[in-house]
């Protein structure tokens, strides 16, 4: 037996003709961060909810420490959920927003007290808890928020985009500040955003979630360097997807050119997608290139420049290069065979693409 905590089987969630989950299943282990991943409306707070008991699955098992806890009701189960607006109470203070859960199961008062001030230490607010909340910034709040949900003790953290009110650099701050604390109390954490660089910099494990399916977990690295189809790819980081057919094993044809790649396993003449990092092209010489480009645009970052050339076939390509090109100017494009990545392609990403295309026309503001 594993230390499993959380297993969905099979689980989908329908509102009245809208399928918003179809056949979820994945295992929790106890003590891990993982993240739920996707954009707007794929069904990651829907999955939350039906742990937390929320919401009820249509169909399908929800499994807590072995156990059914489909029909177990929320405030029976052992896990509490940080929410975006935090949801605090506005006219108590700090500590007695932090014990409310308590009181409210009649714990006896000392025992109250000594929680609460182990909950406002963990998160590193020792000596606040006369504070009003009123007095409080975006940032201690947000914490305040998680020592009311830890001092219930339990044995998983839901957490709704619980950064997604604070500002770039308390972000930032925050997500390692949530990681070790995370580590420090040794109870998984499940967090939901669809900031992918926010799941890449946080998480043990990713599930990346698009229209109610799981299409694909895993550990960070493995995501990103090895994404199993065009939507993964084209989410996470940034990336060139281009079409092509796989020769032989290790031989792929790209635009009308072969080249040596690291790939197996599919079948002669295959049609697949080929992925490569834009930090993983670089530029050269013309004479030196594997393909022969035009430099259409060149923007300076900081530590590197990001290049749009297109090849002599009229395809784009993303390249980020610490060369600096001149808009017009002929250049070669270099990558060794194993920043090819090849991936399987599959007619139903025409309709991923589709609705990608709309998801992108959103800002951050309408998602919500
Ligand atoms: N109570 C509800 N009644 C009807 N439809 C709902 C309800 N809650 C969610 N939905 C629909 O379920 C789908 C998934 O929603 P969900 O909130 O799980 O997405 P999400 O990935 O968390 O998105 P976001 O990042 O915008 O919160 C959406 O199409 C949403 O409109």
Not at 242 to 256: A, C, E, H, Q, R
Not at 257 to 269: I, L, Q, R, W, Y
Request: aromatic share 8%.
């Amino acid at each position: 037996m594993t230390n499993q905590v959380i297993e969905f089987r099979h689980v989908s969630k329908q509102y009245d003709d809208n399928l918003v989950l179809r056949d979820i299943n994945f295992t929790i282990e106890a003590g891990k961060f993982y993240t739920l991943l996707g954009p707007s409306g794929s069904g990651k707070t829907t999955i939350l909810r039906i742990i937390a008991g929320f919401d009820d699955a249509t169909s399908g098992d929800v499994i807590f420490d072995g156990q059914r806890i489909n029909d177990i009701p929320a405030n029976q189960r052992q896990v509490n959920t940080v929410f975006q607006d935090y949801a605090l109470f506005p006219h108590m203070n700090v500590a007695e927003n932090v014990a409310f859960g308590l009181k409210i199961k009649r714990i006896p008062k000392e025992e109250i007290a000594k929680r609460v001030q182990d909950a406002l230490h963990m998160v590193q607010l020792d000596g606040y808890g006369e504070r009003e909340i009123t007095e409080m910034s975006g940032g201690q709040r947000q914490r305040v928020a998680i020592a009311r949900a830890i001092v219930n003790r339990p044995k998983v953290l839901l957490l709704d985009e619980a950064l997604s009110a604070l500002d770039h650099k308390l972000r930032v701050e925050m997500q390692a500040e949530l990681r070790a604390l995370q580590r420090r109390l040794g109870i998984t954490f499940i967090f939901v955003t669809h900031d992918q660089g926010e799941a890449l910099a946080m998480s043990d494990q990713i599930f990346i979630i698009n229209d109610g399916m799981i299409q694909q977990s895993g550990t960070p690295v493995d995501i990103y360097d090895e994404p199993l189809n065009h939507f993964v790819a084209d989410f996470i980081g940034e990336s060139n997807i281009v079409p092509g057919i796989m020769k032989k094993d290790f031989l792929v044809n790209i635009n009308g050119h072969d080249f040596e790649c690291v790939d197996a396993g599919m079948k002669p003449n295959e049609k697949v997608e080929a992925v490569l990092r834009p930090e993983d092209l670089d530029i050269t010489t013309v004479d030196q290139g594997k393909l022969v480009a035009t430099v259409d645009t060149q923007l300076f970052r900081g530590v590197d420049y990001q290049i749009m050339v297109h090849d002599e076939e009229g395809h784009e390509w993303k390249i980020n290069s610490i060369h600096k090109t001149k808009v017009g100017e002929k250049v070669g494009i270099t990558f060794d065979p194993e920043d090819i990545h090849i991936m399987r392609y599959h007619e139903t990403e025409a309709a991923f693409d589709a609705r990608l295309d709309s998801y992108e026309g959103d800002d951050e503001e309408d998602e919500r």
